[in-house]
């Protein structure tokens, strides 16, 4: 069992620029593929980033977030500059062992956290 806490969320203005993290805990950490995922209200939850084998991101989002981790701290962290108002939404870490690194069906989840940007 892994349970992730998420922390960092907050109020920026466009423009501005936050970091997320995400702390799981449990051993073996280094051996899940750890990701990022977002939900704005009224829409359904969507990709954001992943860091598994290999490093993904949305097209959303490229060039303006960044996905990085510490195993030694446990910890998946979301750089996100050039924050635009429709990034606003919960974001939630997730890990999960196997399987497609896109798809939102990850075996463990955070309890999210709020980012809202102002125009």
């Known amino acids: 069992q892994v349970q992730l806490v998420e922390s960092g969320g907050g109020l920026v203005q466009a423009g501005g620029s936050l970091r997320l993290s995400c702390t799981a805990s449990g051993r073996s950490f280094s051996s899940y593929a750890m990701g990022w995922f977002r939900q704005a209200p009224g829409k359904k939850r969507e990709f954001v980033a992943t860091f598994g084998d290999s490093i993904y991101y949305a097209d959303s989002v490229k060039g303006r977030f960044g996905i990085s981790r510490d195993n030694a701290k446990n910890t998946v962290y979301l750089q996100m500059n050039s924050l635009k108002p429709e990034d606003t939404a919960v974001y939630y870490c997730?890990?999960?062992?196997?399987?497609?690194?896109?798809?939102?069906?990850?075996?463990?989840w955070g309890q999210g956290t709020q980012v809202t940007v102002s125009s």
């Open positions: 997730a890990a999960r062992t196997s399987g497609n690194l896109l798809r939102d069906d990850y075996d463990y």
